[in-house]
């Protein structure tokens, strides 16, 4: 079964950095295409960045491009959203989510897999 658990979000002043962190089990996931999005208050669930293992290859929303970064680990079965020059409009619950597919999507429902979510808080 898969398990995605996001860890590293947190409280932090506009301007700052954050880095978090999506553990995968259950599968092998060279294959797989992994996605970060978040979800503010009363707002639809949005696409931040896809990343597929295999080869690294990665996308950005246009409001993250140039502060966000994702990577990923192979060896520890782990992705990465590097979060700097945070701005109070990305506070909101960030999740992780796998698509078997690697279809490198921004949507929602092409992603199987999705973890529980990380708080992030960006205060002004």
């Known amino acids: 079964q898969v398990q995605l658990v996001e860890s590293g979000g947190g409280l932090v002043q506009a301007g700052g950095s954050l880095r978090l962190s999506c553990a995968a089990s259950g599968r092998t996931f060279s294959s797989y295409g992994m996605g970060w999005f978040r979800q503010a208050p009363g707002k639809e669930r949005e696409f931040v960045a896809a990343i597929r293992w295999s080869d690294g290859s990665r996308r950005y929303a246009g409001s993250v491009k140039g502060r966000f970064a994702a990577s990923r680990d192979n060896a520890k079965n782990t992705v990465y959203l590097q979060m700097n020059s945070l701005k109070p409009e990305d506070t909101a619950v960030y999740y992780c989510?796998?698509?078997?597919?690697?279809?490198?999507?921004?949507?929602?429902?092409?992603?199987?897999?999705w973890g529980q979510g990380t708080r992030v808080t960006v205060s002004s």
């Open positions: 989510a796998a698509d078997p597919l690697a279809r490198f999507s921004a949507d929602v429902a092409e992603y199987d897999y």
